[in-house]
């Protein structure tokens, strides 16, 4: 995950978002409008992927197996038990977009369909040496999703979660306190903001194939884009929240962001703000930072954005 290095870009990108308009904030906006009589009902039965036993596809050394049973909740399994010190798989959407993950070893893991039902392609690299990877699998398969939302209420590889997770109970906790979705919402990103600082030191080089832990951000308080999006997904959806993490650019800096499903208004996509009457901005890096005008200008304007991948 790239980060930003240029001076005014990373101003642009670390100043600091509040809920309200003028000098008002997320959580005086949930205070205006909460109820103290309503209750959210805390989600406790926490969605997670599974394993399954049927459709299954194996290379022909049967070191890799691919497990698609379970294509219509939105999701499928990989798993490597071969010899390569590093495994790479890219997965080709019916839309042709191509998401690259890294794959962990010796262990099953599970990755999201984002680009809805139809055609798949998914394709399993070895690593040979220095840059070189061999084709160690290659798969097609179909996928019928029976819920739209499904891929973005689960745990996956950058929003990994199990139900004792940290980030998970932080969320029960949070969900106990709210009077509905809106407003947990509200109390997730004061959470997120107000806990969690900007790694410069990190964001100056991050690691290649870098996987976010939301559980690790709440512990060292700290992280990169990355970071804070996954933390606030695991959060939401979690809770039943259909959420995006969305990576892409902003202006010329690679950057990544949430967007959110209500029932009230559907996906509000991009970076979104609410301010106690409509959304604008909800982007939890930015913010962190303190506000500054020629932040709130540059991204209140969408068309500064481009998404390039939905997880």
């Known amino acids: 995950m790239k980060e930003v290095t240029h001076r005014r870009m990373r101003l642009l990108m670390c100043a600091c ?14 205070a205006a409008r909460k109820d103290p009589d309503a209750h959210r009902a805390t ?27 379970n294509t219509s909740q939105g999701y ?17 959407n019916p839309d042709g977009t191509l998401y690259p993950y890294p794959l962990t070893l010796n262990q099953p ?8 039902s139809g055609s798949y392609q998914l394709n399993v690299f070895e690593h040979v040496s220095g840059d070189n990877y061999a084709v160690c699998m290659s798969t097609s ?29 932080k969320g029960i906790e949070l969900s106990n306190q709210s009077a509905d979705d809106l407003d947990y919402i509200q109390q997730v990103y004061d959470y997120v903001i107000g806990n969690v600082t900007y790694d410069d030191a990190f964001a100056a080089s991050p690691p290649t194939n870098y996987i976010p832990d939301p559980d690790r951000t709440l512990d060292t308080k700290k992280g990169i884009c990355f970071d804070y999006a996954s933390l606030m997904c695991a959060m939401l959806r979690s809770q039943g929240i259909p959420t995006k993490l969305q990576v892409g650019y902003a202006g010329t800096v690679y950057h990544a962001w949430i967007s959110v499903w209500m029932q009230e208004t559907g996906w509000v996509d991009g970076l979104i703000r609410f301010d106690g009457t409509e959304w604008t901005l909800m982007d939890p890096t930015l913010a962190s930072y303190t506000s500054a005008k020629d932040v709130a200008d540059y991204t209140s304007n969408l068309d500064n954005y481009y998404v390039e991948y939905n997880y």
């Open 76 to 92: 499928f399994f990989v798993t490597y038990t071969g010899s390569a010190d590093k495994v790479q798989i890219q997965v080709t």
């Open 109 to 116: 893991e599970d990755f999201p369909l984002t680009g809805g």
């Open 43 to 69: 989600v406790t039965d926490i969605l997670l992927p599974q394993e399954g036993t049927s459709s299954v596809a194996v290379s022909d050394d049967g070191s890799c197996r691919v497990d698609t049973s």
């Open 141 to 169: 398969f179909e996928a019928a999703i029976q819920d739209e939302f499904r891929p973005y209420l689960t745990a996956s590889q950058y929003i990994y979660y199990t139900a004792e997770s940290q980030s998970v109970q």
């Open 17 to 30: 978002f509040l809920f309200a308009y003028g000098c008002g904030s997320a959580s005086d906006a949930g």
